[in-house]
């Protein structure tokens, strides 16, 4: 059976000066993805390793990591795919870290939350549900997928250099609402983004785009943003 080595970054703030590597070998099969390794070496090697996750679907985010210099997704990166049987696993940079490849996303979800990331109606609820044309539904493919992994916001300049800054997986939630025929919410919405700490701290660099592990693009609903506050301030036009 083949054997990879396990290259991982740990470091624990409250008993650690430095941060180390620690590597472990891993045998694998075929199916063996990153966060089953990072179990194995759980199991067999240091129970005190610390790492996310919850689904192993991909569809929780919990498992978002820095692996081999790109962000990905433990339960879905196969050993097998990487280049080598060296495997080098790393906490999202720039981030706070809790231990190990615990990220503290505390900052990441209140300014979700700032955003108000729901559906919101003001005319009374109709007695049915209300209906979708597949052009309206068609709008909300790409925002819908959002896993909030964090990957685009650790790896967004703006967000390293202005801390304030909601980031780029709020404005694409922001982005997901406000192009959803059903929300009522426009002008309310309005104010969480047409800000200094909103929209135009985006600098289209597009680094959100390379990161994001379901391939979404934040960038292209923040620009949606930019262009509808400036069309609302100018004209008054909520749409
Ligand atoms: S946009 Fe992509 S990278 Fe950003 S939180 Fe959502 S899934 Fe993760
Ligand atoms: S554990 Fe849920 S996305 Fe990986």
Known sequence: ???????????????????????????????????????????????SLSFRYCCRAAVCGSCAMYINGRYRLACQTNVRHLDGDVITVEAMPHMPLVKDLVCDMTDFFAKYEYIEPWLMRNSQDPAKEIGQTPEERKKLDMPIDCILCGACYSTCPSVWGEGNYIGPAALLKAYRFEVDSRDEARKQRLAHFDNEHGAYRCHTITNCVEACPKELNPTEGIQWLKRAAVRRRLFGRLK
Do not use: C, W
């Open 1 to 47: 059976m083949p054997v990879a080595t396990f290259h991982i970054k740990r470091f624990d703030p409250d008993n650690d000066d430095m941060p180390r590597y620690d590597e472990f070998s891993v045998p694998y099969e075929a199916s063996l993805t990153v966060l089953d390794g990072l179990f194995y070496v759980q199991e067999h090697f240091d129970g």
